[in-house]
């Protein structure tokens, strides 16, 4: 009996998978994630009526496109805090500080990004009661509001993201350097953009500042790709990790 069943342990120890198949699941949950955020691209074209038309909360029409847009909105909040919750694991080895720093900045980003989607959804909610023409000015406001928790949460926060998990990924050589190199130049230009908003230099939606937020989604955006097809690269904190799971093995 002895004989028969040390066999079967090890071939079922062998058949567990190779220690780093656990390492591009999370390189492969991350990236996924990481492409999810980009779904709420469509409301650029979806809200453009409740964005453009000061007088929206009065008019007539439908209010379906402002309420998926909220849900794409909802969707990318939510993947945006599991690329931190997915990466995490792996990154805190490198800095736990900074790692922790960007789940943080993440779910701060993801809170905005609800706090934006509620403003709209308000004036949704005031517009189907019939409000009247009283109610501009409060439509207006919650217009003013949404933009505000845009501009500090989907514009501002990414450029804290970038620059955290940049800078862990380019110490830790997880991924080529170009990327997190790329990261810090869109954080760089993003930032600018978001003063120049601040300061009425130019608007929120304009081509300035369309312009200067290519580079961050273009990080974002190859993150997620290379995570998906590649995964992590060789690393000594994931050696760490290998060696951790041969001796659980």
Do not use: C, H
């Amino acid at each position: 009996m002895t004989t028969t069943i040390q066999p079967t342990r090890a071939k079922t120890n062998a058949t567990k998978g190779v220690p780093m198949d656990s390492l591009r699941k999370t390189a492969l949950v991350a990236g996924v994630l990481y492409v999810i955020t980009f779904v709420s691209i469509p409301t650029l074209v979806l809200y453009g009526p409740v964005l453009g038309d000061p007088n929206y909360i009065v008019g007539p029409g439908p209010d379906t496109a402002v309420i998926i847009g909220a849900i794409l909105e909802v969707i990318v909040a939510l993947a945006g805090v599991g690329t931190a919750v997915a990466l995490y694991p792996v990154v805190k080895r490198q800095n736990e500080g900074v790692a922790l720093g960007f789940v943080g900045s993440r779910t701060l980003e993801g809170a905005a990004i609800v706090a934006g989607v509620v403003s709209l959804l308000s004036l949704v909610t005031l517009r189907q009661a019939g409000a009247g023409a009283n109610a501009a000015a409060t439509g207006q406001a919650l217009v003013a509001q949404y933009n505000w928790f845009f501009l500090l949460g989907q514009s501002l926060m990414p450029v804290l993201n970038a620059l955290l998990l940049g800078s862990l990924l380019y110490r830790s050589r997880l991924v080529p350097r170009v990327l997190p190199v790329v990261a810090f130049i869109g954080a760089t230009l993003l930032l600018v953009s978001d003063v120049a908003v601040l300061f009425g230099l130019w608007d929120r939606i304009s081509a300035p500042s369309g312009l200067l937020a290519i580079p961050i989604a273009l990080w974002e955006f190859s993150l997620g790709v290379y995570l998906i097809v590649k995964g992590f690269k060789p690393s000594p904190i994931t050696a760490g990790m290998t060696a951790s799971s041969t001796r659980v093995a």
